[in-house]
């Protein structure tokens, strides 16, 4: 085993590197008002803080070592449970009541200190403390892990591993108090590597931030903010280099949608287009791409897949999408959908080629009459009325 630190040093830098980590949390939540649960990680701190310089003093006053004993006990503990709690809501963005029962662990934790009177043997309430330490930071790195699924960021899976290893830390530190023949590592040693492990999660909760915002910066860069959909740039970032054939690109546009501005007003149009750019987002496959192209147009990438007929499936979708009724004010708005198609018969990589071609498709099915699909062919343009499945089978064979 290794010569043990300093308990003084060591109590000093756990002091000083909470308090540093508390006001490091307060700075980043004054700069981030959108992260709930910073304010709670800096009170765990604070909290952990106190609890060392309690028993700082009760290692200068000897007389009362036992009271400032139980309160640093207390004191950190709790420290912990907060921290836990502010770990998952910055980790999941939600409040919950539920979040709170972890301070049923302090409090069993010390009411069994006072109890066993355990507060009487250094040995024996040091274990206890580390005891309650690893088990909450366990929590904390399960809760880090498990919202991964809900928000990938990579830095999750590094503060996880920090909590982890700081819980370790801690059980081996309880090894050192009961069994020092067999430890491989000194109690002091082994809670001042909890101490960098500590100062790594405070550095890692704030990437967890950071992360997030930009995270945040390039979805709202991608996104339309009206409809909720992909974005123009967005749509040609996620087309592929490469059209396979197949591939198929449809231009769709609501029809006299300034009609509907002109008569139900600016807020029923906006309602209509989001409704629209939603219903046709559903019905796509997983591998599809939509985007809202500009004002009440809209542009759909299908895959090939070999056994949907593209312009079948657009028509399809066309179809169900225009036979919607949107209501406004209880009045009832009619929003039909004009779409061109191109599709690919050659592989190649310009799909702004492809998405012209689906351009002209869309124009010529309004000068046809819109309410319909119109499937680009490179010796001419077919006009598809709508509904019309064999229509279209014959336009795109």
């Not at 206890?128 to 809760?143: E, H, K, V």
């Not at 020092?180 to 101490?195: D, R, Y």
């Not at 960098?196 to 390039?218: N, P, S, T, W, Y």
Request: aromatic share 8%.
């Amino acid at each position: 085993m290794t010569e043990p630190l300093d308990t003084q040093t060591v109590l000093l830098l756990h002091q000083m590197s909470f308090f540093v980590g508390a006001l490091c949390f307060l700075y980043v939540r004054s700069r981030s008002s959108g992260n709930i649960g910073l304010g709670l990680l800096s009170i765990g701190f604070f909290l952990s803080a106190l609890a060392s310089t309690f028993v700082i003093f009760g290692r200068k006053t000897p007389e009362q070592i036992y009271l400032w004993s139980v309160v640093a006990f207390m004191a950190g503990a709790i420290g912990y449970a907060v921290f836990v709690v502010g770990v998952c809501r910055v980790s999941s963005q939600r409040k919950s009541n539920r979040q709170w029962l972890v301070m049923l662990v302090p409090i069993i934790g010390t009411g069994f200190l006072v109890g066993a009177a355990w507060y009487m043997v250094a040995e024996l309430r040091a274990s206890l403390y580390n005891a309650l330490a690893a088990m909450l930071l366990l929590i904390a790195a399960f809760c880090v892990y498990r919202d991964r699924m809900l928000e990938k960021l990579p830095v999750r899976v590094v503060l996880s591993l920090a909590l982890a290893t700081s819980a370790m830390l801690r059980i081996m530190a309880i090894v050192g108090y009961q069994f020092p023949t067999v430890a491989i590592i000194a109690p002091t040693n082994a809670f001042f590597l909890s101490i960098v492990c500590h100062f790594a999660i405070a550095v890692f909760v704030m990437a967890l931030v950071k992360e997030r915002a930009e995270a945040d910066l390039l979805r709202l860069a991608n996104i339309d903010a009206l409809t909720g959909i992909s974005n123009r740039r967005s749509f040609f970032e996620r087309l592929p280099e490469t059209l396979r054939v197949g591939d198929a690109i449809v231009m769709a546009d609501i029809d006299h949608f300034k009609k509907i501005n002109d008569t139900h007003g600016h807020l029923a149009g906006d309602e209509v287009l989001a409704r629209v750019a939603q219903e046709l987002s559903a019905m796509l496959r997983p591998n599809d791409v939509i985007a809202r192209f500009g004002g009440e147009e809209f542009v759909i990438f299908l895959r090939a897949s070999g056994k949907d007929n593209p312009a079948i499936l657009a028509e399809k979708i066309r179809t169900c999408v225009s036979a919607i009724i949107h209501t406004a004010e209880d009045k009832e708005i009619s929003a039909t959908l004009s779409m061109g198609i191109a599709v690919c018969e050659e592989k190649v990589s310009f799909a702004k080629l492809l998405l012209k071609k689906a351009d002209i498709a869309l124009y010529a099915a309004k000068g046809a009459g819109r309410n319909r699909l119109t499937v680009f062919r490179l010796q001419d343009l077919e006009p598809v009325e709508a509904g019309s499945a064999d229509a279209i089978r014959t336009a795109i064979s």
